[in-house]
């Protein structure tokens, strides 16, 4: 079963909708790719394979939150899965959901 997902720009405000699987693993949408990830595009048929998706806003149909037709402004963001490893969560490096570090990791 598929479900039409938004996700929407962090520059603009755009929204770009993208037919997904009904079971996500979502962890957040950046306007800088995590390092070590590899992204697939939207309309790539192995993308739920991949670490993440990379869009360009303005590619696809886009729009803005109101569902009227908008141009994008054309700058990449990117939608970063979960991702597991010997069936542990692994964190982004660094992390994206902000606050202090105390790894003291340069």
Do not use: I, K
């Amino acid at each position: 079963m598929t479900v039409t997902v938004t996700y929407t720009c962090p520059h603009c405000g755009a929204v770009r909708p993208v037919e997904r699987e009904a079971e996500l693993a979502d962890r957040s949408v950046t306007m800088g790719p995590q390092a070590g990830w590899e992204y697939a595009t939207p309309d790539d048929p192995a993308r739920e394979s991949a670490d993440g998706l990379a869009f360009v806003c303005g590619d696809g149909e886009t729009r803005t939150l109101e569902g009227e037709p908008a141009a994008g402004c054309g700058r990449p963001f990117y939608l970063n899965f979960v991702r597991f490893e010997h069936g542990v969560e692994l964190e982004p490096e660094p992390p994206t959901y902000g606050g202090p570090r105390f790894d003291f990791l340069p």
